[in-house]
């Protein structure tokens, strides 16, 4: 049997414990949380959140939002029959723009590859060890140093 | 407001059991009556589920639950309370709230409940937490060391430890009436 368990005493404990009658509740509870429900009944419908109106206002307002916001894409595309064309110049300035970064991304990619190449595999691998040992090292003497200085000062104080 | 007054009658029938599951796991009145209070605003949100249903004090407890264990993981430093680095030896150093004394222990005015209930209370929280998930919920130790992000070996021991400690008490207790009663004749 392991040490922490001792089945005479969990039943005894058991039995005491089941034994022990609820607590009365402070009189304050009911009143308060009435209080707090009658005052958010009070609330204006367009003071509580929009899950909380009622349904028929949620159903109108979204309806509403959908009209509003066709309306205006309808009217944008009606008073303005350039704005595609518009919309195509900005696009294509931003893909002027894009295609330089994006060539000299290219080439900067390039270069390093090249530069990869050149190095031995072994050496990649052995510089990807170090690195991640030097990690594991700080990860270590942080570790140790909250356990030996933090913690075990704290457990002397309690 | 109909609903309300259902609501009223439903909040009477069970604010004793719901405070006093708040109350054990945190060991604090004022916390307990706070989260009792979110418990019966959340069940009033879903009145219209619970008002019949036949588990409706599982689905109470298990809220006060939860939001107890929120409540301690969050306004308690975490670490201090599940951490594994804990000795657990501390359940006499407990320095109790001066504010949070202890309700009126129900109808039954029984020295040795009250002394146990007292005993409870003042167990640390890692201690106390999980015998109070076991015995008042029906939790197995590891469904409470999977709610409290512990091991099932920490769990056990500190469930131990807590019994060690009520078993104590009332020992305590039975030995001072033994004497009291020698002085006494």
Known sequence: ?158 | MPELEQFETFMLNYQNMVFTHAFRLLGNPAEASDVSQTVFLKAYERFAELADSPTVGGWLKRVATNLCLNHLQRYRARWRLFSEMTTGDDEDDRQPDPAAEAPSPGTLGDDEKRLLEEALRRLPDSQRVPLVLHHFEDLSCEQIAAELNVSVGKVKTDMHRGRLALRRKLLRNEAGELSALRTGA
Do not use: H
């Open chain 1, 1 to 158: 049997m392991s040490e922490n368990q001792d089945p005479e005493l969990e039943e005894l404990i058991a039995r005491k414990l089941r034994d022990l009658p609820d607590q009365i509740a402070p009189a304050s509870l009911a009143s308060s949380v009435l209080a707090t429900l009658r005052a958010r009944q009070a609330a204006p419908w367009w003071r509580r959140s929009w899950f909380q109106w009622p349904a028929s206002l949620r159903f109108a307002s979204a309806g509403l939002a959908f009209a509003i916001s066709t309306l205006l894409l309808w009217t944008a595309w009606s008073y303005w029959p350039d704005a595609a064309a518009r919309y195509d110049s900005v696009a294509q300035s931003g893909t002027t723009w894009l295609a330089t970064w994006r060539n000299w991304f290219n080439g900067a990619s390039l270069q390093a590859r090249t530069y990869l190449d050149t190095v031995p595999t072994s050496f990649l691998f052995a510089a990807i060890g170090v690195v991640a040992a030097c990690y594991l090292m700080c990860i270590g003497l942080g570790t140790a140093f909250v356990r030996y200085f933090i913690f075990s000062k704290q457990t002397l104080r309690s």
